[in-house]
């Protein structure tokens, strides 16, 4: 063996040979890279009705909790006493017909707003939207426009930066922590709950205030679009919603292509361009960062900010507005008026929605306005179906709850028929109950004892109160032994 086999060999580095793509498919990889969105602020017809909104909506949220209505919070869902208190009304478990009610006009109504005018409710009244609105404005004040936040993102960390995040995040878990706190008032009595807070009582309350704060602050803070686009259901489901008849933002590409950036002195039309000069105004102010010139997307949420850009745009370059604007598809693709496209939109699917909404929204006043404010459960008691009492009687024994749905006391009094000699023969024939409470009472029911065949008979308890406090008849049974 010689000298130079002997020596060291010297090791090549051999670059990795790029994956020839597959004769069979292109590899897909299962999750798609985010990137953050910036968006943009636009004043404009749709942005004002969007802060309108917001305004509203918490106004009402907000403010609602610390509103009394006689010695009682206005709106409170008591779970614990079982008790649901909306304005003048107290409604029970027993109500729970009511809530079904509302549940199914709530979902007719949004059936409706999508069937005319797409995702309205997302645009402009969806709670993410709301607090994501009111999380970008903060966004906004502290850390500067568009271009700010930007540039703010990708320096290095100064004391600045550090300062702006820093109060940005604590304005944002402030709110976040005021929302959860309003959310649980809802189902706490509010001033009691602050009192509990502020003493650092009530653990399930902190638990829970704490959880929706934490709720609003991802959401709104960080996930954002990603809940529109990902997480709500309504974005998927929405397209059997939708028809070709349906009001949603549309871009009007017959007359925007050929896209292409010019100056207003250039005759565009001689060099055969369209009125977009592609300056992605459009896709800078959209919340969930698409660009609506590709048509029709599912992540769309209907706010109209692209069309408050694009007429912005079309009137610096002045050209007439609606490039970009809400429309339908058949709208767009045979340039209907106005006029004809509101025809359009009032279809039969339209008009059977609104005719099932008003029908069910007058039977559930109708329902509300003659509801008894009065309502009684009947148990029997289990220990002693039937038995003989002294002077030959034969007895039945029975709890009643009986509950005062009005906001006075009320004095019922309790009767029974069904029977031959059937009497209530209770010390508490007449029962005071205070009001909005409700209270078991202990009833004792006496037929002679021969007076009936053996088995079960159909009695009624009859229960009236003075006035105002209803009168409500229970059905229940007798049992007579054999």
């Not at 614990?80 to 003048?88: K, L, M």
């Not at 959401?219 to 070709?244: H, I, L």
Request: glycine share 8%; charged share 20%.
């Amino acid at each position: 063996m010689t000298s130079s086999d002997r020596s060291p060999r010297k090791v090549i580095p051999i670059a990795a040979a790029a994956p020839e793509p597959s004769a069979e498919g292109e590899i897909v990889s299962l999750y798609e890279a985010q990137r953050k969105i910036y968006p943009r602020s636009i004043s404009g017809f749709f942005a004002r009705w969007r802060w309108a909104m917001v305004f509203l909506t918490q106004l009402v949220f907000y403010g609602l909790p610390w509103l009394e209505w006689g010695q009682r919070q206005m709106v409170l869902f008591d779970l614990g006493a079982r008790r649901f208190y909306i304005f003048g009304l107290v409604l029970y478990p027993q109500d729970f017909i009511y809530l079904t009610g509302l549940l199914i006009i709530s979902a007719l109504s949004l059936f409706l707003f999508t069937a005319v005018a797409g995702r309205l409710w997302c645009g402009f009244a969806c709670p993410q939207t709301v607090y994501t609105e009111i999380f970008m404005w903060i966004e906004h004040k502290i850390e500067g426009d568009r271009s700010a936040r930007l540039r703010l993102d990708n320096s290095p960390w100064t004391f600045e930066k550090v300062r702006k995040k820093f109060l940005k995040q604590f304005v944002w878990i402030a709110v976040s922590l005021w929302t959860g706190f309003t959310f649980v008032g809802y189902f706490v009595p509010i001033r009691e709950l602050g009192g509990e807070l502020l003493a650092l009582q009530g653990g399930w309350q902190i638990f829970w205030v704490l959880f929706y704060g934490f709720a609003t602050y991802g959401n709104a803070g960080f996930m954002r679009e990603q809940v529109c686009k990902y997480m709500c259901p309504y974005a998927r489901f929405q397209s059997a919603m939708f028809d070709r008849d349906t009001l949603i933002v549309s871009y009007d590409p017959e007359r925007g292509e050929p896209r292409g950036p010019r100056t207003k002195a250039v005759d565009y039309k001689a060099k055969g361009l369209g009125d977009c000069i592609d300056c992605t105004l459009c896709v800078q102010v959209c919340p969930v960062g698409i660009d609506i010139r590709k048509g029709l997307q599912y992540e769309c949420i209907g706010c109209g900010l692209c069309v408050d850009a694009c007429n912005t745009v079309m009137d610096k370059m002045h050209y007439p507005r609606g490039l970009i604007r809400y429309s339908t598809q058949n709208g767009v693709l045979n340039r209907w008026s106005q006029s004809q496209i509101l025809r359009h939109v009032l279809r039969p699917r339209v008009l059977i929605y609104t005719t099932v909404l008003v029908a069910l929204c007058v039977g559930m006043l109708v329902s509300l306005t003659m509801r008894t404010p009065l309502k009684v459960d009947i148990v029997r008691d289990r220990a002693a179906l039937s038995r003989i009492v002294a002077g030959g009687k034969l007895e039945n024994v029975y709890r009643l709850q009986i509950m005062n749905a009005t906001e006075a006391a009320q004095r019922y009094r309790i009767t029974a028929n069904g029977l031959q000699g059937l009497e209530v023969v209770s010390e508490e024939q007449e029962v005071e109950i205070g009001a909005a409470e409700s209270r078991w009472v202990s009833v004792r029911l006496h037929i002679p004892y021969g007076s009936a065949s053996s088995g079960s008979h159909t009695i009624h308890f009859e229960i009236s109160g003075g006035e105002g406090g209803g009168k409500v008849s229970e059905k229940s049974i007798f049992l007579v032994p054999r």
